[in-house]
């Protein structure tokens, strides 16, 4: 399978700034890139897919200001976290599939936790 | 009704005992099935992928669908205390931008 590097596995940031989190496919070209917020024993939620070169398409209730994806090339994408509050804390995760491909490669994961 | 059911469990069971996992599922139109792992704290790992109905076989890890039912399964066959984690089903309708549909996860805890 593909190797999926996030970065930072965590992050602590005060509430009201901004956060970047990487997701980068080392070993395979990433046309589609999905982010999925995770709460504790929870599953994971969908909250964006992302094609390289297009705007991300959001699901039904994220808000697409505050979380801004960007897929800038085949291998990485980014989520900004932008004016931080305590509720956005969570577990982030990126996943990558390929072109044609139906499996998904995850990430490592970020932590956010907004104090 | 959730598109994907799975008991969160926790399950426990002792080790070399055969675990069974389950979800069901709504959709008729999911033609892909997966099964991921996910140990506290980090992200999912595929462990069986499937296409349709039947079995896979992969070492000691078996996943088993039955669209008739809407029904799929991971056994575990001699289970390890390694094996503790959740394990996440998934479906899919296919192709590469259609996004996968989780089930909750089922928390393992494989007693040495």
């Known amino acids: 399978g593909a190797v999926v590097s996030q970065h930072p596995s965590r992050v602590i940031c005060k509430s009201g700034t901004s956060v970047k989190i990487e997701c980068r496919s080392l070993?395979?070209?990433?046309?589609?890139m999905f982010w999925y917020r995770q709460f504790p024993k929870k599953s994971l939620m969908l909250m964006a897919t992302?094609?390289?070169?297009?705007?991300?398409?959001?699901e039904q209730g994220v808000e697409k200001d505050k979380f801004l994806i960007n897929h800038a090339s085949l291998t990485l994408s980014t989520l900004t976290v932008t004016s931080a509050h305590p509720e956005d804390s969570s577990f982030y995760i990126c996943?990558?599939?390929?072109?044609?491909?139906?499996?998904?490669?995850f990430g490592q994961g970020t932590r956010l936790t907004v104090v | 009704q959730k598109e994907v059911e799975q008991d969160p469990g926790p399950l426990s069971v002792p080790e070399g005992a055969i675990v069974s996992l389950n979800c069901t599922y709504s959709?008729?139109?999911?033609?892909?099935f997966m099964w991921y792992r996910q140990y506290s704290r980090k992200g999912p790992e595929l462990l069986m992928y499937?296409?349709?109905?039947g079995n896979k076989e992969d070492g000691r890890f078996t996943a088993q669908v039955d669209k008739s039912s809407k029904y799929i399964s991971l056994f575990i066959r001699d289970s390890q205390p390694s094996d503790s984690a959740t394990y996440l089903c998934?479906?899919?309708?296919?192709?590469?931008?259609?996004?996968?549909?989780f089930g909750t996860g089922t928390l393992l805890a494989v007693q040495p």
């Open positions: 959709n008729s139109a999911f033609q892909y």
């Open positions: 996943s990558v599939r390929g072109r044609g491909g139906t499996e998904a490669f």
């Open positions: 070993d395979f070209q990433a046309t589609t």
């Open positions: 992302s094609n390289e070169g297009s705007k991300a398409t959001y």
């Open positions: 998934a479906t899919s309708y296919g192709g590469a931008t259609n996004k996968l549909i």
């Open positions: 499937t296409y349709s109905s």
